[in-house]
């Protein structure tokens, strides 16, 4: 059973990046035509979609986060990352990785999801 | 990109009743509309794809419909485990785009 699970700093300074690892265990994340999702939650408000990545390396970034995003993969590790530059209070979310179905772009599969608080 | 507005915000309903969710897009997506379930300290989970397909797994209660500009999640008969927020999602145009979301309470 394939699952996801996101990790790194709980706790940014302001104007810092932000960085956090999805592992995928249980399965390959060469497996399948999935795209591999970064999806943040602020408290009290909804879900934002903020960008995916394919095993091709190919990238895909919702234009909002204006440049200050970039999402990688490491095959050989089974993990996808993300880094957010010049981090703000308005980046303090709940940061979930998600599997992005191929074609249909359903998202099956969620890591539990990680706190990331913005603070000096 | 995609707005998708969701009503209402919230609903405190008793178990058993039937829950009626909305969810309009501002402009046509096909049938190219999901509905995810978020309870508190869990990660959330697909309830229906493409407007009305069952994902997996989902408990038969669960149903959607829709196309175009209007979307519709219903819950058949509430179980108090349904007490969650309810969120639609389009994967017709990128940026893929949420609902803000319908936070369904248990009377």
């Known amino acids: 059973q394939v699952q996801l699970q996101e990790s790194g700093p709980g706790l940014v300074k302001p104007s810092q990046t932000l960085s956090l690892t999805c592992t995928v265990s249980?399965?390959?994340?060469?497996?399948?035509?999935?795209?591999w999702t970064w999806i943040r939650q602020p408290a009290g408000k909804g879900l934002e979609w903020l960008g995916r990545?394919?095993?091709?390396?190919?990238?895909t970034y919702n234009p909002s986060l204006k440049s200050r995003v970039i999402i990688s993969i490491d095959t050989s590790k089974n993990q996808f990352s993300l880094k957010l530059n010049s981090v703000t209070a308005a980046d303090t979310a709940v940061y979930y990785c998600?599997?992005?179905?191929?074609?249909?772009?359903?998202?099956?599969?969620w890591g539990q999801g990680t706190l990331v608080t913005v603070s000096s | 990109e995609i707005v998708l507005t969701q009503s209402p915000d919230f609903q405190s309903v008793t178990p058993e009743e039937k829950v009626t969710i909305t969810c309009r897009a501002s402009?046509?997506?096909?049938?190219?509309l999901h509905w995810y379930q978020h309870k508190p300290h869990q990660s959330p989970q697909l309830l229906i794809k493409?407007?009305?397909q069952s994902f997996s797994g989902v408990p038969s209660r669960f149903s959607g419909s829709g196309s175009g500009t209007e979307f519709t999640l219903t819950i058949n008969g509430l179980e108090a485990e349904d007490a969650a927020t309810y969120y639609c999602?389009?994967?017709?145009?990128?940026?893929?785009?949420f609902g803000q979301g319908t936070k369904v309470e248990i009377k």
């Open positions: 249980g399965g390959s994340i060469t497996s399948g035509i999935y795209y």
């Open positions: 998600a599997r992005d179905h191929g074609f249909d772009n359903w998202f099956d599969l």
């Open positions: 402009q046509s997506i096909g049938s190219s």
């Open positions: 990545i394919y095993i091709s390396g190919s990238t």
């Open positions: 999602h389009q994967s017709s145009s990128l940026p893929w785009t």
């Open positions: 493409f407007a009305s």
